[in-house]
Each structure stands twice: as C-alpha cells, then as structure tokens.
C-alpha cells in the first residue's frame, strides 16, 4: 500500500479558500500529508512555485524576498513548513496589499497560528487558516477497500504508518515520529526542553488520554509545576499532539466539573507511547476505551466544521463523551468500544438535562440502530453520511 495517494476530503475548501484568499494556510502536525496534498493540488493549477523552507537552497532563493516575489507575479507561490521563516510574513502582506487579487500563496505549518510568530496578526484578513488531520476514516474507506478498521484503529490517520507494509513497519515508523519531533521538530519552534523530559509529558499525556486534566497531579509525576506542566501541554496541544476538550457549562443549576479533558490525537502515536503494538495487544489493554474515543473524537469533530466541540459532566454522574453545538443546535456522541454498546443511566440524564435533540453512541459494529426516539448506535462509517447531511 506504501506509496499510494489518499484525496483528502479538505481539499475542496483549500481550492475554494484560495479562491476568495489572497493567502490560505494549511496548518497540521509533521507528516500528516500537507506537502502530499499541496503537490497533488497545484500540478494542475497552472503557473506555480513550490519552496521548501527546510531545504537550504529554497531559503536561498528567499534571500531578496520581495525581489523573488516580484519576479514571479502571478503565480501560486507554495510554501513548505512556513514556521522556519516567520519573518517573511510581513513582506507577503505588503506583496498582497499592493495587489489585492486572490490565490497567491498557499502556505503549509506544522504549528499553530499563535506558534507561527506574526502570522495572526499581518496577514489579519488576509488569510485563511485550514487544519489538516491525519487521515479520517472516511478518507480511507474508498481508497483502501482490503482495509479492516482494526487496522486504521492500530495504526492511527499518518499515511506513512497507516499505509505501512505490516504492523512491525508501522511501529517502527511511529517510534521514529517521535524521536524526530522530540529532537529535531521542537527545537526547529525555537523551544529547548529536553527531549527525554517532554517525552516523560507526552508519556503521562498517553496515560491519561480521556481524563480530566489536573496540570498539578501530572507536573507531580515528573517534578514540575503546574505552570511548566501548562507550557509543555500547550507546546503539544500547539503542536497539534494534544486535544484539550473543554467541558459544556450551560448555566442549568447543575454543579458541573469544569476541568477540561486531555486525548492525544492520533491512537498511532498513542499506542507507541503505551508500547501498544497488536491489535490483540489494544484488545486487552486498559486504554482500549480512551484510544476508542480519540477514534472517534478526531473523525465526529473534523466531519462538522464550524460546530464547536465540548464534554458533560456532573457532580451527579450524568456524562455524555462529546457535546457539539452550532448555534441553538446541540448533538450528543457517546463513544463505546463494544461490539455490543450499553450506555449508562448518567448519559441518559445527560441528554435530559441538555435538551439533546439527536444523540449517536458510536461503536465498532457494522449496521445502525436505534435505541430510542434520536439516540442511534452507529459506526463511524454511518454517521459520517449523516455528518453530510448535518452540514448543508
């Protein structure tokens, strides 16, 4: 499978932000196929540039900046790993405000906006910020018909693991991810932690992936402050490593936990952190539930953009794993690791205590049902065709 192109479900709107953009950035963590994507995109998209700024020879070409700018007016300019040079952007806004046509740059980060130093605030209005995700289930439903979601769930969304020729490949590759971020990425951000003591973090972070976050109780295991405990788990969450869920606080005169809940993101690298390297060996181990929710987190919150993404819980025990709201819309997702899901009273009391008006408890099962008025137990693959419907 090594080798093989995946679409990416996001590009359309990176072609239809280009279109009303002068500047759109696709950010996402190392290797999750940004470059893959933006080479697929502009090879048909007529005159281009194509610059990686971790190569020594593309920085050179931007030693005149605006020079080199100029001289290729009018094309789409790419570029690669945008972070290693933010002090380009304040030439990029004035190249875009002395012409103010669309589809001039496409910029690729493997950090957030508020890493990327200056980005937010010079291109403000200017650009479109787009994340890129490993791979979602339904992006490798179509492509890959032989593939058990057992494997997708081993090996997590990056394609190098994913697409791996076994699971031994996939380990390997995994384990060299993280050396390489730890060593070579963080630094790169201009952040000079230890590697092995961000490793520790990473390591508690996949310990208690689905837990409510406690930066004094995790700084405690590795001997440091809740307040350096926070800047290794925004470097993460920044890094696009960490979820941090906010909890849904609706003032209904219930005494609600307000901690936020902690998932790393990709159940790839969370298995290499928990030295999880079967199938059977996930089967057996306490994280399955957890790793099962980061499953399902990652693909329910990227299938509905613009829907803000929440957890409940009371003092009481009502509970319900995922909230998502637009507007005065609110939809439940229960995330249960079973081929045959039970759900709790407290979720129950959940949806009664919010007024859910449609409710999924989603399971790896292969047919959807219901078991009661908008509560459906559904695979991923069945809500994501409801998801469609959700958004137009």
């Keep these: 499978m090594h080798g093989q192109y995946i679409e990416r479900a996001l590009q359309k709107e990176v072609i239809a932000c280009l279109r009303d953009f002068p500047a759109v950035a696709i950010l996402g963590p190392r290797q999750c196929g940004k470059s893959t994507l933006a080479r697929n995109m502009i090879q048909n998209a007529g005159e281009t540039v194509y610059l990686d700024l971790e190569l020594p020879s593309d920085i050179q070409k931007l030693s005149e900046p605006e020079l080199f700018l100029h001289q290729h007016s009018g094309k789409l300019i790419c570029l690669d790993e945008i972070q290693r040079m933010p002090e380009i952007f304040p030439v990029l806004r004035s190249v875009i405000d002395?012409?103010?046509?669309?589809?001039?740059?496409?910029?690729?980060?493997?950090?957030?906006?508020?890493?990327?130093?200056?980005?937010?605030?010079?291109?403000?209005?200017?650009?479109?910020?787009?994340?890129?995700?490993?791979?979602?289930?339904?992006?490798?439903?179509?492509?890959?018909?032989?593939?058990?979601?057992?494997?997708?769930?081993?090996?997590?969304?990056?394609?190098?693991?994913?697409?791996?020729?076994?699971?031994?490949?996939?380990?390997?590759?995994?384990?060299?991810?993280?050396?390489?971020?730890?060593?070579?990425?963080?630094?790169?951000?201009?952040?000079?932690?230890?590697?092995?003591?961000?490793?520790?973090?990473?390591?508690?972070?996949?310990?208690?992936?689905?837990?409510?976050?406690?930066?004094?109780?995790?700084?405690?295991?590795?001997?440091?402050?809740?307040?350096?405990?926070?800047?290794?788990?925004?470097?993460?969450?920044?890094?696009?490593?960490?979820?941090?869920?906010?909890?849904?606080?609706?003032?209904?005169?219930?005494?609600?936990?307000?901690?936020?809940?902690?998932?790393?993101?990709?159940?790839?690298?969370?298995?290499?952190?928990?030295?999880?390297?079967?199938?059977?060996?996930?089967?057996?181990?306490?994280?399955?539930?957890?790793?099962?929710?980061?499953?399902?987190?990652?693909?329910?919150?990227?299938?509905?953009?613009?829907?803000d993404a929440f957890f409940y819980r009371t003092a009481a025990g009502a509970e319900i794993d995922l909230v998502l709201t637009r507007g005065k819309r609110k939809l439940a997702v229960e995330c249960k690791a079973s081929a045959a899901p039970q759900v709790s009273r407290g979720f129950w009391n959940g949806l009664e205590d919010l007024g859910i008006e449609n409710a999924w408890v989603i399971a790896p099962i292969q047919d959807a049902y219901s078991i009661a008025r908008n509560v459906t137990v559904s695979s991923l693959e069945n809500f994501n065709k409801a998801a469609i419907a959700m958004n137009s």
């Design 98 to 307: 002395a012409d103010r046509s669309n589809s001039h740059f496409l910029m690729l980060g493997s950090a957030s906006p508020e890493l990327i130093k200056q980005s937010s605030e010079t291109l403000a209005g200017r650009i479109a910020y787009l994340e890129l995700t490993p791979l979602l289930h339904n992006e490798i439903t179509p492509a890959v018909q032989d593939s058990a979601l057992s494997e997708y769930w081993l090996r997590g969304g990056f394609p190098d693991s994913f697409l791996a020729r076994n699971d031994e490949s996939s380990r390997r590759w995994r384990d060299n991810f993280i050396r390489t971020f730890l060593e070579r990425d963080i630094p790169q951000l201009g952040f000079f932690i230890p590697a092995l003591t961000l490793r520790r973090v990473w390591q508690i972070c996949a310990h208690n992936s689905g837990q409510i976050f406690n930066a004094s109780k995790l700084g405690a295991n590795i001997g440091v402050s809740h307040t350096t405990m926070k800047k290794y788990i925004d470097l993460l969450t920044n890094t696009f490593m960490l979820r941090i869920l906010p909890p849904f606080t609706p003032n209904i005169g219930k005494r609600l936990v307000k901690s936020p809940k902690i998932y790393l993101r990709d159940t790839g690298i969370l298995h290499a952190l928990l030295r999880i390297d079967s199938f059977d060996d996930l089967l057996g181990h306490p994280a399955l539930g957890a790793s099962w929710e980061t499953v399902v987190l990652e693909n329910v919150i990227t299938a509905l953009p613009g829907w």
